[in-house]
């Protein structure tokens, strides 16, 4: 009824596609959003820490660990997409300032499920988990102004 209001009057002048009218209708309100975010943020934080204790379960440890740890970490990621929208989150993962640390963090998460469930070798898996966290640190301070340049002298200065 709205819409036919809007047309009538002449306000709705613009063709609109069945696309943004489900975006427009799919839009949640900024309480529920922040809800979405702490929500998604606090599954991917519970699903790497059971993750963690679940690497000492005998035979199965590993495959247990790397699921739920690699998981963990997607669903913290993907907690933002409740915050900034799925499309201006994948934009802004694949910008050029992000877009290395992006493709580590995708390649860590590849590699951790390689290792645990085609190479069986729980060193490796160690190994790329521990890079997983690395490289989502870095890609996570890519969002904060000069947050790496800040952590790269402080490593210059430590390391001098």
Not at 124 to 129: E, Q, W
Request: glycine share 8%; charged share 15%; proline share 2%.
């Amino acid at each position: 009824m709205d819409k036919l209001k809007k047309v009538l009057s002449g306000q709705d002048t613009e063709d609109r596609s069945g696309l943004s009218e489900v975006v427009e209708a799919s839009s949640l309100s900024w309480g529920t959003r922040i809800k979405g975010f702490i929500a998604c943020f606090a599954i991917g934080i519970l699903c790497s820490l059971l993750g963690t204790l679940l690497l000492w379960v005998p035979r199965k440890g590993l495959h247990l660990f790397a699921v739920f740890y690699t998981f963990g970490n997607i669903a913290s990621i993907g907690s933002t997409i409740f915050l900034m929208g799925p499309v201006k989150q994948l934009k802004g993962m694949f910008e050029p300032t992000r877009l290395i640390a992006t493709i580590m963090v995708l390649l860590c998460f590849a590699l951790t499920l390689c290792s645990a469930f085609w190479w069986h070798n729980k060193g490796l898996a160690l190994i790329f988990c521990i890079l997983q966290s690395l490289a989502l640190t870095w890609y996570s301070l890519s969002f904060i102004p000069f947050a790496r340049d800040a952590v790269k002298k402080c490593f210059a200065v430590c390391l001098a």
